[in-house]
């Protein structure tokens, strides 16, 4: 199901002025594909790079051309391991949220 403008434009706004929820989101992201869920883990993500650094910022700080990203977390996308952590280090230092491993 694609996502409309209102929805986008919903989060993008919330992400600017909370940053609780912005680092949730992100949060929520990489916890999602750590439980096996790459693909709603991938659409967050898409979701957290739109709202805040956009994929072109994105594109120049990993290296790694704009449309390859989007296609990365697009639906049918499959990113390598290389290409994730390069942008999840990317976002981590953009943001200035930290993510770590809990062992439970």
Same mark, same amino acid.
Request: cysteine-free.
């Given at each position: 199901?694609?996502? +409309?403008?209102?929805?986008?434009? +919903?989060?993008?706004?919330?992400?600017? %002025?909370?940053?609780?929820?912005?680092?949730? *989101? *992100?949060?929520?992201?990489?916890?999602?594909? $750590?439980?096996?869920? $790459?693909?709603?883990?991938?659409?967050? $993500?898409?979701?957290?790079?739109?709202?805040?650094?956009?994929?072109? %910022?994105?594109?120049?700080?990993?290296? +790694?051309?704009?449309?390859?990203?989007? %296609?990365?977390?697009?639906? +049918?996308?499959?990113? %390598?391991?290389?290409? $994730?952590?390069?942008?999840?280090?990317? *976002?981590?230092?953009?943001?200035?949220?930290?993510?770590?491993?809990?062992?439970?």
């Amino acid at each position: 199901m694609a996502l +409309t403008r209102d929805f986008k434009d +919903t989060v993008k706004a919330r992400v600017e %002025r909370d940053p609780e929820f912005r680092a949730a *989101l *992100l949060t929520e992201a990489v916890e999602q594909m $750590l439980a096996g869920d $790459l693909e709603t883990g991938k659409s967050v $993500l898409r979701d957290y790079i739109n709202a805040t650094v956009g994929f072109e %910022r994105l594109a120049r700080e990993t290296g +790694t051309p704009a449309k390859s990203l989007m %296609r990365m977390f697009g639906p +049918t996308g499959n990113p %390598r391991a290389e290409n $994730l952590f390069a942008v999840i280090s990317r *976002l981590q230092k953009a943001s200035g949220i930290r993510l770590g491993a809990v062992v439970r």
